[in-house]
């Protein structure tokens, strides 16, 4: 079993970075993939970023290649999404989320996560 909590979001100006973190409880986060969703209003809730348990390969959505950098701690049981060069169109609710069933591989697919956190708010003004 694994809780997850984010934090981290606000309301910034585009271009502005941010860091969102997702702190773990439970024994298997250090063995679980993790990723990073967000959902716009409307919109269905998207992959943006995942890092594997050893947290050696990640993979991102291409419209964040570049400016945001996923990461891990599993000494500390936390997960980061490091967020740049923020734009408009980022603006969403932010999830973070865990796969134990899928540890080595990053996947992009909302049902091999089995752990979700309640999300953050992210704004980006123009």
């Known amino acids: 079993q694994v809780t997850l909590v984010e934090s981290g979001g606000g309301l910034v100006q585009a271009g502005d970075s941010l860091r969102l973190s997702c702190a773990a409880s439970g024994r298997t986060f250090s063995s679980s993939a993790m990723g990073w969703f967000r959902q716009a209003p409307g919109k269905e809730r998207e992959f943006v970023a995942g890092i594997t348990w050893s947290g050696i390969n990640t993979y991102y959505v291409d419209s964040v290649k570049g400016r945001f950098t996923i990461s891990r701690d599993n000494a500390k049981n936390t997960a980061y999404l490091q967020m740049s060069s923020l734009k408009p169109e980022d603006t969403a609710v932010y999830y973070c989320?865990?796969?134990?069933?899928?540890?080595?591989?990053?996947?992009?697919?909302?049902?091999?996560?089995?752990?979700w956190g309640q999300g953050t708010q992210v704004t980006v003004s123009s």
């Open positions: 989320a865990a796969a134990p069933r899928r540890p080595s591989t990053v996947v992009t697919t909302k049902t091999w996560y089995d752990y």
